[in-house]
């Protein structure tokens, strides 16, 4: 039963792992200018891409110092999504495996 748990947390982390690459990626083109935030599909995906991401960024950016232009945050938030997915989840569930809960 853990087990399974523990495998949808990790595809979630996944999923937000992935959105916070999208979004970086679509930050750059429009940094560059590559595309704009005039076209209504660009312009929905990254409204909507934000509203995911900010809640994350939020409390991590007042502890972050402000390194204009550059966003630190979402670097921030890929790293400890690593930690999490790779080094804590599976401590955890070998914990729970080795003590005979699962």
């Known amino acids: 039963m853990f087990g399974v748990l523990f495998s949808i ?20 083109l429009i940094s560059f200018n590559v595309i704009n935030t005039y076209n209504d599909f660009v312009s929905a995906l990254w409204t909507g891409l934000r509203r995911l991401t900010e809640p994350m960024y939020r409390p991590l ?17 890929l790293v400890i999504l690593y ?13 729970i495996v080795a003590s005979g809960l699962s």
Request: aromatic share 8%.
């Open 9 to 28: 947390i990790q595809v979630l982390l996944n999923v937000i792992w992935w959105i916070i690459f999208v979004q970086a990626i679509l930050s750059i």
């Open 61 to 77: 950016r007042r502890i972050l110092p402000d390194a204009q232009p550059l966003d630190i945050a979402p670097l921030a938030v």
């Open 83 to 95: 930690i999490l997915n790779r080094i804590i989840i599976p401590a955890l569930y070998g914990q």
